[in-house]
């Protein structure tokens, strides 16, 4: 297995698929480190990286890479990489970029709001 540093996002997915990728996070810096592993795992590893960041082929021992995370705009902890950011912001149309500032909690909370005040609203014209 190969890792493209330059096209890692530093999303996680390919540690769902193999033990061998060890994730740490500390002070707003995420740290991916790809271990030696089992190369039956490769064609799976390619199919879930959804940068293309991974291919077949001969790499060193083991490979880190760091990641500066993006910092919630409502509770400023951190929640995800700014190059994960980016790679979902291409993907989405602009009417839908709103929330990426917002982490997973910060978000549901918001949703929660909107849905309550839309509530009262229809509630109030009843």
Known sequence: MKV???RCIGCRACSAISRSISIS?????????????????TERLIEACPAGAI???????????TFRMKRCSVCGEPFATEREIEHVASLI????KNWLDLCPECRRAEQRR???????????RV
């Open 93 to 96: 149309p602009e009417t839908h």
């Open 114 to 124: 909107s849905h309550a005040w839309h509530c009262i609203r229809i509630r109030g």
């Open 25 to 41: 996070e500390d002070a707003g810096i995420r740290s991916i480190t790809f271990h030696s592993h089992d190369e039956s795992l």
């Open 4 to 6: 493209d540093e330059r």
């Open 55 to 65: 291919s077949s082929g001969i790499t060193a021992e083991s490979i880190t890479l």
